[in-house]
């Protein structure tokens, strides 16, 4: 499966909708790609993999509900980042959609610059390793937007799956994942890689880390994390 780490999914039947956001949604950087009913989604959805969902509720075909909680029912998808669209403002509709798990909901008519702030705080906060500040953990730090790692401030040299590594780990400290996890989150689904490439990484970035290594422990059995305990 292809990961589009910056592509957002918009499905929408309105045109008018569909092209005011996606306008926007260009302006702000993102790339954009449309479809217009859940089974076109679905189908998008085998083949590409998007960083964020804006799912509108009243579609052609079924509604944007129905789409959601097949999401969220399948191991693939049940992380995805979902914003629901919607014109309904009821309160009961808000609750449902929350319970199906979107993630945020947003109002029609909403302003641009609203759901492209909204977009932004979800992408954060789910995904905090796509988020472009800088992250720190004991003397450790790293700078998404220049690439640069440092220890106790002084740059140290890094190769990109090491950054990549350790980008995920910061963004998540204190938290196990399993080799398995971290080849999904950190290579992707559609990697082939073995398990044994994410020790021969870890090592590679212990070295790379010098003084700061410990930072990366190992959990025995189950994989490793990133800790300042
Ligand atoms: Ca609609």
Redesign the pocket.
């Known amino acids: 499966m292809a990961t589009a780490a910056q592509t957002i999914l918009i499905v929408?039947?309105?045109m008018a909708i569909v092209e005011l956001v996606s306008f926007a949604l260009k302006t702000a950087g993102w790339e954009v790609d449309a479809v217009h009913t859940t089974a076109d989604a679905w189908e998008y959805l085998q083949h590409k993999r998007p960083h964020l969902i804006l799912l509108?509720?009243?579609?052609p075909d079924q509604s944007g509900l129905r789409l959601l909680s097949r999401l969220r029912g399948d191991r693939n998808f049940s992380t995805m980042p979902v914003i629901m669209l919607t014109?309904k403002s009821m309160e009961e509709d808000k609750v449902a959609g929350l319970d199906q798990g979107a993630d945020d909901y947003i109002t029609k008519p909403f302003s641009p610059r609203e759901l492209t702030a909204r977009i932004k705080a979800l992408i954060r906060r789910k995904t905090p390793e796509h988020a472009e500040v800088a992250m720190s953990a004991g003397p450790l730090s790293l700078d998404p937007v220049s690439c640069r790692v440092s220890v106790n401030e002084q740059q140290i040299e890094i190769g990109h799956a090491e950054f990549k590594l350790l980008k995920f780990l910061i963004a998540h400290p204190e938290r196990v994942f399993s080799r398995g996890q971290l080849l999904d989150k950190v290579w992707g689904d559609h990697a082939v890689l073995e398990e044994r490439t994410v020790d021969v990484h870890i090592l590679r970035l212990r070295k790379a880390l010098g003084t700061a290594e410990s930072l990366i422990q190992t959990v025995r059995s189950v994989g490793y994390m990133l800790s300042e305990k």
């Open positions: 929408e039947d309105e509108d509720w009243m579609l014109a």
